[in-house]
């Protein structure tokens, strides 16, 4: 897929002469041998979690609220969202109210990743293909992640993507650690980048106010699976 046409749902959300997220026209480039991941807190209507992964020239994203755990006890609600340009790996500061996913943006973690997925014959499965079908599985090198990670598909991926809806869940291996349920509070939390906190950055970008007052809201707002902006994530939500 092209990039305009990987990124075309991202673009159309946003308004780029008011918020400070990339646009993605930079030309495409791999981060190396190692595909590269990013685990952002974002203060929305709601706070959340998004997590995204380098795959096929842009970063996959789904938007998880209670964040990864640790624990392969916890089972976390992972809703797929747009597409984004790679440069959002270093994304961080303040979208104005009034914009698409208005709120303050940290880098809370990031790294690189590796693929684990086999078929049932132990051969490795690309990890686009295995996205497709609805069962990933990946090994975390991040500066807070670590060890084996599993997205898993439970609604939807019959042609509905608003009904779509996946399971991020840690894999029991060496690097888990039962009953650490994860950041239980994000407005504490420092980002891997600079060392600040949401307030810190949403002090210093200081954004004025959108005058677009119709223009869709952060949807990541979901407390729990079959609330509307669940169901709905590509239709409201933002990540």
Known sequence: MGDNDALKTY??????????EPRGDAARQQGGERARFVVQIHDARRMHFDFRLEADGVLKSWSVPKG?????????????????????????????????????????????????????????????EALRRGHATFWLDGEKLHGGYALTRFRGGDGDPDDEAWLLVKTADGRAHPGDHGTSAPRRARSALTGRTLRQVAESDEPEESPVGQVSTEAGQHGSVRTPDVANPRRSHRT
């Open 68 to 128: 990864p755990s640790n624990d392969p006890e916890d089972k976390r609600l992972a809703v797929p969202t747009e597409d984004h340009p790679l440069e959002y790996l270093d994304f961080e500061g303040a979208i104005p109210k009034g914009e698409y996913g208005g709120g303050t943006v940290i880098v809370w973690d990031r790294g690189t990743y590796r693929p684990l997925s086999h078929d049932r014959r132990g051969r490795p499965v690309p990890f686009d």
């Open 11 to 20: 673009r159309a959300k946003r308004h780029f002469g008011r918020t400070k």
